[in-house]
Structure formats: C-alpha cells, structure tokens
C-alpha cells in the first residue's frame, strides 16, 4: 500500500519502521524538519519507566510497557543503533526525612501489579555494588526490568534511516492541515493514500477530542564528577526528579509537569528546584556545566492514556502523554494488528 503519516514525531517514526517491515510505500510530513528538533520525542529522556510509572497510571500503561521492552532492541537495531537501548535497572531513592515517601511509593506500586514484589530494598552497601557514586544514600530500590532507549540518538538515527530509505518520500516542513480517510491536507491540496495516519501529537489537538499539552523541563548537564549508570529517581514531597545518563558523563535532569501548553524558556522555579535537587542528590553536580535547558509539551487525552481510534483507511494514535518511549512500540503494534491494513 501507499500510506501517507501526518506527523513524524516519535510515534510516526515508530509506525513508519514498522510499515516498512511490513513492505508498504510511504509518505511522510511534518511542519519540522526531518530531524525532529520541535517534537516531544526529542525532548524526552527515554526512560521505560514499566513500574515506576504505575505510581499515578494505570495497570494498562504497565502490560503495553513489558511489551514495548520487548520491542524496543529490534526497532534499534532495524535503524543500526543498538547500543541506544540500555536494561539494567533503574534506582530510586530518597533523602533520610523523605523515606516514608520512598515507601509508600513502593508499596503502591506493589499495590498494583503482583511483579512489583521483585523491586529490590538496598542498603547503602548494596546500592554501592551497584552504582558506587551513590554512597551518599543509606537506602534505595532496585527495580531490574526498567531502561532507557537514548532518544535522541533514536530520533537522529531514524531520521538518517528514512530519509535514505528508497520507500520513503519525506515531505519536510509543511504543515499538515487536517486528516481524513484515505486522505492528508497540506495548505490548498489533498494527497490521497491507501491508508493514512494521524500521529501530529498535540498538532492534532483541532481533530482529537481533549487533547491537551502538559508542559515538560529539562537540563542536560555535563557532569565529568558524577558516574552513575543507571536511570535514578529522588523522591520528594514536592520535586520529584530524574536523572539519565547518557554517554561521556552526560546527564538529563527532569521533569517538571505543569498543566499548560506553554513552550517557552524553562522558568526560574522550576531551574531552581530541578538543579537544587540534582545537586542536593550528588554534591559532583556544583561543578557541572549546563550544556541546554528544554521545554516541551506532552499531547495528553483526558484520562492521561494513549488511544487509538480507526476509521476506514484513517488511525489515529495519540496522547502518549509522559509514556511515548515506555508505549509506543506495544501501542503501534496493537493499531497495526487491530484488523487494518488487511
Ligand atoms: C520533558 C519530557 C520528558 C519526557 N520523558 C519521557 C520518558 O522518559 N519516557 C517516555 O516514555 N516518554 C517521555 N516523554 C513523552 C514522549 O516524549 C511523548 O509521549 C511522545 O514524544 C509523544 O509522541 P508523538 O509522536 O505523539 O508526539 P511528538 O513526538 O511531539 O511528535 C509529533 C510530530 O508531529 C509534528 N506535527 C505536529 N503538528 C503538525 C502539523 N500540523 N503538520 C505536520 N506536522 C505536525 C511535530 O512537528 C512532531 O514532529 C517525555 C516528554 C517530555 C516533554
């Protein structure tokens, strides 16, 4: 078939790989330029938080995240970057005053999915088996099946892929007006498919019901004092924070979730909070070197869960929320096997 995606953020990049396995034509366009540099697939860290999520979503999020893992090292691999996929546990800690917050966190995880009972209890000699820069904490959990894919070596490596791709006509920097079946409107023409996708995010918010942003902040510090390996949480009664590594002691810290569609610059408050806590968790932070502050939104549906919706010869995918990395695999795989396409 000739399919055309409206939208080639994370998920139009996740369904055009899968398209092309499948052997389909395809046409894709984006307001952006190929490589993605305004998507909310750009901004994220990349974390396949499976269990940590559960603490505000629901047992959904977590079986989709299980087979997103399992997903994630062929789509890598398809675009030659298999090494962006990391699955060695993630920590999550808390200073002393805060650890009733730490353990009510766990137990409401273990609440809700019966595998939660594998997240481990570490002591500060076990934490430091295992990242030995964190020997400032006494306590933390250990949860193995947790990751990360670098999403921004996957959004550079996709774009390379596509773009050289003799399947793929990449229509860059125009902007996608609206979406029907069969057919995707840019400024004043139609081009007509055999099948389309809608994956614009909250570019998509005049046609999707309750679509809304959650504006998102970020830093990526360069950190050349700090080695740790793992993606780490630090809980906290008021900030929540994360911190992912990437490559050459690169770190990103984050996230603030703020109700607003508002992308402008990161805000006083949230530098203040996010980099008082990242500093208060590993003293090596003071002398890091702030290498780029990002704001983005996140496209969420009212009740803060993906959705598909299928039409003839038009699928919607949408509202992946704080989730795309840890859910678009399993929440692309499921449109394509829900009976279109055939
Ligand atoms: C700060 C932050 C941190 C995050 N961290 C994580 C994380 O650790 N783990 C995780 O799983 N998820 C994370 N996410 C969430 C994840 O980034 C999103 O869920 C995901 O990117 C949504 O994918 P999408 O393809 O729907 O939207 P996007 O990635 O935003 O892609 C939408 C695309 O559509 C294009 N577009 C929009 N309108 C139009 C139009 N009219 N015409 C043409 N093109 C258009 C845009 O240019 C864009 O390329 C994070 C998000 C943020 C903001």
């Given at each position: ?28 366009f984006d307001e952006d330029t190929a490589y993605g540099d305004n ?138 007006m609206d979406v029907s079946v069969g057919s995707i409107f840019v ?28 504006r998102g902040e970020v830093f990526w510090l360069d950190a050349p ?118």
């Amino acid at each position: 078939m000739h399919i055309g995606i409206a939208g080639v953020g994370l998920v139009g990049r996740v369904l055009a790989l899968n398209l092309l396995r499948q052997g389909h034509t395809l046409t894709l366009f984006d307001e952006d330029t190929a490589y993605g540099d305004n998507a909310a697939g750009m901004t994220a860290a990349g974390m396949l938080a499976v269990f940590a999520e559960l603490e505000t979503a629901e047992s959904v999020i977590f079986e989709h995240g299980k087979r997103s893992i399992a997903l994630w090292p062929a789509l890598l691999a398809q675009i030659g970057i298999a090494d962006a996929y990391q699955q060695e546990g993630s920590i999550i800690t808390a200073h002393p005053q805060d650890y009733s917050e730490l353990d009510h966190f766990i137990e409401t995880l273990k609440s809700k999915v019966e595998e939660a009972s594998e997240i481990q209890l570490l002591d500060r000699r076990e934490l430091t088996q295992l990242e030995p820069d964190m020997e400032q904490h006494a306590k933390a959990f250990f949860i193995p099946q947790e990751g990360q894919v670098d999403a921004q070596r996957f959004m550079k490596a996709s774009s390379d892929y596509l773009l050289n791709h003799p399947d793929v006509t990449w229509e860059e920097s125009v902007k996608v007006m609206d979406v029907s079946v069969g057919s995707i409107f840019v400024e004043n023409e139609v081009k007509k498919f055999d099948w389309v996708f809608d994956a614009r995010g909250l570019g998509a918010s005049e046609q999707v019901e309750h679509l809304r942003g959650v504006r998102g902040e970020v830093f990526w510090l360069d950190a050349p004092e700090v080695n740790i390996t793992r993606p780490t949480r630090m809980l906290h009664p008021r900030y929540k924070i994360y911190i992912v590594p990437r490559p050459n002691n690169r770190y990103i810290i984050g996230a603030t979730e703020i109700e607003s569609e508002d992308k402008s610059p990161m805000s006083v408050r949230s530098s203040l909070e996010l980099l008082s806590a990242v500093y208060s968790m590993h003293s090596g932070f003071a002398e890091a070197r702030i290498v780029n502050m990002v704001t983005n939104c996140r496209p969420t549906l009212r009740d803060n869960l993906p959705a598909i919706t299928q039409d003839k010869r038009l699928t919607r995918i949408n509202g992946l929320y704080r989730h795309g990395y840890l859910l678009a695999p399993a929440v692309v795989e499921e449109a394509l096997n829900g009976g279109i396409l055939k």
